[in-house]
């Protein structure tokens, strides 16, 4: 009788943990998504306009973490906010990708999107070894420069192993550098002896995210705008194929490393990415109709998904660490953006 009393007692706790996990997952996530809220709303106050949601609600989180702590009940939400949501959101990525377009007129802008990879990469990491920065994220920071941003930094993270706290390190700086040189280039814009089409292939190819390249793009005129838009395009291409090389160098340096037993796992969110670009490129519009508030919406969805992550990447940041960890790698970075628009100017 005994032990039928102690199974009766203990098999409701079971259920109640049960709950109380998904309470706090449910919780986690919600408050992610309550600061991208508030991120948003930053977002739309004269000077925050120009940095954009994603970096208003990072700083907002950040800020959070540094008053009050991180919110260790929702912990598990949270994490599934900046992994799970994130890879979403990449995935949803894809359908900003137009295949055909890259394909039938950018292929000359691929060419110099590659060597924009290239220049970024190497001078950051080459600068980042002299002035001794931290290497991962001062790698993250190339990337970033080089692709696509904080897309780019977050899909390549996973594969090299980064810590959250340097992803999220990476993401703010990335947005704060892309946003000053957007507006930058918008101030130059009418003493640039460029035509439309070239401001908007220098704009293309040289500014770090999509919507730094649209802010800086659009006040050359529509022309300007769509081809900008297309330069920019080859370089999300080619985030991907980047992917599988740091996978495979990856994959080496661990074989090389007997004492390492890590395995680098396949990102397997960069396959849905590409499925995603084939759908959006191919199927939407076609074979699939659908109409032009659908696509609104799920743009607007992936960004509310990113939102969220970065929420959950920025409570992860100790502002003593950023300010001991980030400096070096911003200079780097900073550096490199400058030289990387000099080159791109005198090569459209």
């Not at 110099?112 to 991962?136: E, M």
């Not at 993250?140 to 930094?153: E, F, K, R």
């Not at 002896?193 to 919507?211: C, M, N, Q, R, V």
Request: proline letters at 3%.
């Amino acid at each position: 009788m005994e032990a039928d009393y102690t199974m009766v007692n203990k098999e409701p706790i079971q259920p109640q943990k049960r709950t109380s996990s998904f309470g706090k997952w449910i919780g986690g996530i919600g408050f992610t998504f309550l600061i991208a809220l508030l991120g948003y709303l930053l977002a739309k106050t004269p000077g925050f306009d120009h940095v954009g949601q994603l970096a208003s609600a990072m700083m907002i989180a950040v800020l959070y973490r540094q008053f009050f702590g991180y919110p260790e009940p929702l912990r598990l939400g949270i994490a599934f906010s900046t992994k799970g949501l994130l890879r979403f959101a990449i995935i949803l990525y894809g359908l900003k990708l137009d295949i055909g377009t890259v394909l039938q007129d950018g292929l000359g802008l691929i060419v110099r999107d590659i060597g924009v990879i290239i220049f970024a990469i190497s001078v950051t990491v080459g600068l980042a070894r002299l002035v001794k920065a931290d290497k991962n994220i001062s790698l993250l920071l190339g990337i970033g420069t080089g692709v696509c941003g904080a897309a780019a930094i977050a899909a390549v993270a996973p594969i090299i192993k980064s810590k959250d706290e340097d992803t999220a390190i990476s993401v703010g700086i990335i947005a704060l550098v892309g946003t000053i040189f957007a507006i930058t280039y918008t101030l130059l814009r009418p003493f640039l002896p460029l035509s439309e089409i070239d401001y908007g292939i220098w704009s293309g190819i040289s500014l770090h995210e999509i919507a730094h390249v649209a802010l800086a793009a659009a006040p050359g005129g529509q022309d300007a705008l769509a081809i900008a838009l297309l330069a920019k395009l080859g370089r999300v291409f080619l985030l991907v194929p980047l992917c599988l090389l740091f996978m495979y160098m990856m994959k080496r340096k661990d074989s090389g490393d007997k004492s390492s037993d890590t395995k680098v796992e396949f990102p397997w969110f960069l396959l849905g990415f590409m499925i995603m670009s084939m759908i959006g490129s191919y199927g939407m519009g076609t074979t699939i109709s659908v109409s032009s508030d659908f696509i609104n919406s799920i743009s607007e969805l992936t960004t509310w998904c990113l939102t969220a992550a970065m929420v959950g990447l920025g409570l992860n940041v100790s502002i003593r660490d950023l300010r001991n960890k980030a400096l070096k790698p911003l200079i780097a970075m900073w550096v490199t953006s400058i030289f990387l628009s000099i080159l791109a100017y005198f090569i459209v």
